[in-house]
T-cell receptor
Framework: GAVVSQHPSRVICKSGTSVKIECRSLDFQATTMFWYRQFPKQSLMLMATSNEGSKATYEQGVEKDKFLINHASLTLSTLTVTSAHPEDSSFYIC??????????????FGPGTRLTVL | SQQGEEDPQALSIQEGENATMNCSYKTSINNLQWYRQNSGRGLVHLIL?????REKHSGRLRVTLDTSKKSSSLLITASRAADTASYFC???????????FGAGTILRVKS
């Protein structure tokens, strides 16, 4: 199946700093990628939809100036958590749809990035 | 809430037993998908069932869908310790481009 990678897998940063997380589709092109966050023992909450070449669409309650999303190519989307605070500590997961014939309905998920803000 | 309901929230069974997890949702859908997540890891796609399908099988997995009741179930037969994980259903609404996840069921299979 299609593979999505994330980097880094784990990051610890000081409060007030910015952290960039990369999401790559390794063997397919993805015009649309999705960013989720997941708190311990909870489900995934969609933060935003990342569209290649255009602005991201943010879910209600998600601050677009705090969570900057850039989707510069068909295989790469980045999420930057700006001025991170301890409450931003979470598991961030990206996903992508494979737009190849017969696979449009399936989202492939990255392995996640564990962010800890001290 | 964007999430549907899943039950049970947690399930503990012995190896070899069957595990059944249920999912209910609120809106019409194109399809419903089940995912598995090992602790601290990403999600693995298990199976997709379309709105015009009622049952689907994949190995030891059996998924049913009842659109009139807006519910689905995932059955894992002959469970193994390696099946221990969290299981999520996710619905794909018409016209949307995004999945809506249920709250998840934590499955523990004891050997």
């Amino acid at each position: 199946g299609a593979v999505v990678s994330q980097h880094p897998s784990r990051v610890i940063c000081k409060s007030g700093t910015s952290v960039k997380i990369e999401c790559r589709s390794l063997d397919f092109q993805a015009t649309t990628m999705f960013w989720y966050r997941q708190f311990p023992k909870q489900s995934l909450m969609l933060m935003a939809t990342s569209n290649e070449g255009s602005k991201a669409t943010y879910e209600q309650g998600v601050e677009k100036d705090k969570f900057l999303i850039n989707h510069a190519s068909l295989t790469l989307s980045t999420l930057t958590v700006t001025s991170a605070h301890p409450e931003d500590s979470s598991f961030y997961i990206c996903s992508a749809r494979d737009l190849g014939t017969g696979h449009q309905d399936t989202q492939y998920f990255g392995p996640g990035t564990r962010l800890t803000v001290l | 809430s964007q999430q549907g309901e899943e039950d049970p929230q947690a399930l503990s069974i012995q190896e070899g037993e069957n595990a059944t997890m249920n999912c209910s949702y609120k809106t019409s859908i194109n399809n419903l998908q089940w995912y598995r997540q090992n602790s601290g890891r990403g999600l693995v796609h298990l199976i997709l069932i379309r709105s015009n399908e009622r049952e689907k099988h994949s190995g030891r997995l059996r998924v049913t869908l009842d659109t009139s009741k807006k519910s689905s179930s995932l059955l894992i037969t002959a469970s193994r310790a390696a099946d221990t994980a969290s299981y999520f259903c996710a619905t794909d609404p018409p016209g949307g481009n995004k999945l809506v996840f249920g709250a998840g069921t934590i499955l523990r299979v004891k050997s």
